[in-house]
């Protein structure tokens, strides 16, 4: 049985977690079909964006707590395998990468959501950061959430475990849009057909300054910045947008 499918149509990758019995934990299992279909999306030329989804009502529940328990009770229980590894494949994918909550998150879940570019929720859908409550914390996830959330919204959420809901989690970061569920699809294809429009090389290279040009100084981050203005002008892609504008056609990369 596989645990994580993968499908390719007009440009995008839809990477579906589909281990509903377990509410889609984070086992090691489904980490490794996981990896692979990232692994995947990111090597095929024709996947111009990737999708992160679920079936169905909870979109991942966290770690398997089946896994995380020691063997008679010694130290050493397993961590969650390659999830280290996979939040780091989104988070630097060159490919823009949206996030289909088809349902609840929870804990590790929530590592996927803020790793990835954008991510769209139903409003039924709920939040929680449980890990104190195990007596456990949001460690690796807290690398990837804590550069999204507001630092009040993190301390209130992380410390107290208080489930939230979709509306509160765009306002405070975790999510881009919060939709009434009869729209999530029509949400999800909004952001992939406008990114489709974007240039494979200017999208990777405006992903990484979104995230650089807030950490550099002001005088270094405009003369960076000039220097990289400079070279997209004059790149293979941007002569192709400025004769596409000039043209008043399509660019070659806005085809499917």
Same mark, same amino acid.
């Given at each position: 049985?596989?645990?994580?499918? =993968?499908?390719?149509?007009?440009?995008?990758? @839809?990477?579906?977690?589909?281990?509903?019995?377990?509410?889609?934990?984070?086992?090691?299992?489904?980490?490794?079909?996981?990896?692979?279909?990232?692994?995947?999306?990111?090597?095929?030329?024709?996947? +111009? #964006?990737?999708?992160? @989804? %679920?079936?169905?009502?909870?979109?991942?529940?966290?770690?398997?707590?089946?896994? =995380?328990?020691? $063997?008679?009770?010694?130290?050493?229980?397993?961590? /969650?395998?390659?999830?280290?590894?996979?939040?780091?494949? *989104?988070?630097?994918?060159?490919?823009?990468?949206?996030?289909?909550?088809?349902?609840?998150?929870? !804990?590790?879940?929530?590592?996927? #959501? $803020?790793?990835?570019?954008?991510?769209? &929720?139903?409003?039924? $859908?709920?939040? !929680?950061? @449980?890990?104190?409550?195990?007596? #456990?914390?949001?460690?690796?996830?807290?690398?990837?959430?804590?550069? +999204?959330?507001?630092? +009040?919204? &993190?301390?209130?959420?992380?410390?107290?475990?208080? #489930?939230?809901? &979709?509306?509160?989690?765009?306002?405070?970061?975790?999510?881009?849009?919060?939709?009434?569920?009869?729209?999530?699809?029509?949400?999800?294809?909004?952001? !992939?057909?406008?990114? *489709?429009?974007?240039?494979?090389?200017?999208?990777?290279?405006?992903? =990484?300054?979104?995230? =650089?040009?807030?950490?550099?100084?002001?005088?270094?981050?405009?003369?960076?910045? /000039?220097?990289?203005?400079?070279?997209?002008?004059?790149?293979?892609?941007?002569?192709?947008? *400025?004769? %596409?504008?000039?043209?008043?056609?399509?660019?070659?990369? %806005? /085809? +499917?």
């Amino acid at each position: 049985m596989t645990l994580v499918h =993968q499908d390719l149509a007009a440009g995008v990758a @839809t990477i579906t977690l589909d281990s509903p019995p377990n509410r889609n934990a984070l086992s090691i299992r489904l980490l490794g079909e996981l990896k692979e279909r990232l692994d995947r999306a990111l090597a095929e030329p024709a996947a +111009r #964006v990737i999708v992160l @989804t %679920a079936t169905g009502r909870v979109f991942c529940s966290g770690a398997d707590i089946k896994e =995380q328990r020691a $063997a008679d009770g010694k130290p050493g229980a397993p961590v /969650t395998a390659s999830f280290p590894e996979i939040l780091s494949l *989104i988070w630097e994918s060159p490919k823009p990468v949206v996030c289909r909550l088809n349902g609840t998150a929870r !804990a590790g879940g929530l590592g996927l #959501v $803020a790793a990835c570019d954008f991510a769209v &929720a139903p409003l039924s $859908a709920s939040f !929680a950061f @449980t890990e104190v409550r195990l007596g #456990v914390v949001p460690a690796m996830i807290s690398v990837p959430v804590l550069r +999204r959330l507001d630092p +009040r919204a &993190a301390a209130e959420y992380f410390l107290t475990g208080e #489930v939230f809901d &979709a509306a509160r989690a765009a306002e405070i970061g975790l999510i881009s849009r919060a939709v009434p569920e009869e729209e999530l699809d029509a949400a999800v294809a909004h952001y !992939a057909d406008l990114l *489709i429009k974007g240039a494979p090389e200017a999208l990777a290279i405006t992903k =990484q300054l979104v995230r =650089q040009v807030p950490a550099m100084s002001f005088t270094d981050g405009l003369r960076e910045m /000039t220097a990289l203005s400079a070279e997209r002008f004059t790149s293979e892609e941007g002569q192709e947008g *400025i004769a %596409a504008y000039m043209d008043k056609r399509p660019p070659a990369w %806005a /085809t +499917r």
